[in-house]
């Protein structure tokens, strides 16, 4: 099984609202990444999880709080989001942090509102 | 960490082949050099990887010279389905590796 899977799809949310968003692979990999994608743009990395610690986090605002409950999943939770932060977001995996082929999930269309 | 710069958009036609070449002038000894394609809407896909000289897989080849200050994605006989954004990423296979995307290359194929 070579896929990552990203829920929900599409999400559209209130600038009050709480949600998640949900990565999972089964891969046995180690290294898992948080990825922003606007539109015409290309993926901007926010976060890396190597082996279950947060190893990376590229100055991204606290309302986007990662989390790596094991191995096999990675969670975005989202909290008091702009407009602004409207945007494709990408899950991806690898065998470990490093210049390593990366496997996407289809990600998630999120709309704030 | 290696800057990475590719044309922005290229066309084609189907059957022809493509070449998209990236300059990475600040590449360092330990840094491989990674391509991605990307369709609208959709996470990127891995194409091929290499150091040095020649790699060739199923779908692609990556010439890089010498000095490794460029590298050359080759895709044979294009068809419409090869319409997406190319990406060129360079970096190491240790752990303070930042994957950084550059703006890509747009290719189109046209029938």
């Known amino acids: 099984d070579t896929e990552v899977t990203q829920t929900p799809k599409h999400l559209v949310m209130g600038m009050t609202n709480k949600k998640s968003l949900k990565c999972e692979q089964h891969?046995?990999?180690?290294?898992m990444y948080w990825y922003k994608q606007k539109a015409k743009k290309p993926p901007e990395l926010m976060f890396v999880?190597?082996?279950?610690?947060?190893?990376i986090n590229e100055s991204v605002p606290s309302r986007f709080s990662p989390e790596c409950p094991n191995s096999s999943l990675l969670n975005l939770h989202l909290h008091a989001l702009q407009p602004e932060d409207s945007a494709l977001y990408l899950c991806a995996s690898s065998v470990g942090t490093g210049a390593y082929e990366q496997y996407f999930g289809p990600g998630t269309r999120l709309t704030v509102t | 960490l290696a800057k990475t710069t590719q044309p922005i958009s290229m066309d084609s036609y189907e059957g022809q082949e493509v070449n998209i070449t990236c300059s990475h002038n600040n590449i360092a000894t330990n840094d491989y050099i990674t391509w991605y394609q990307q369709f609208p809407s959709q996470g990127p896909r891995f194409i091929i990887q290499g150091y040095k000289t020649k790699v060739t897989n199923e779908v692609a080849s990556l010439f890089i010279p010498a000095d490794r200050k460029s590298s050359t994605l080759s895709l044979p006989r294009v068809s419409l389905s090869d319409t997406a954004v190319y990406y060129c990423?360079?970096?190491?296979?240790?752990?303070?590796?930042?994957?950084?995307f550059g703006r890509g290359t747009s290719l189109i194929v046209h029938p």
């Open positions: 990423l360079v970096g190491d296979a240790g752990g303070s590796y930042i994957p950084t």
């Open positions: 891969m046995g990999h180690r290294a």
């Open positions: 999880y190597s082996y279950e610690k947060l190893s």
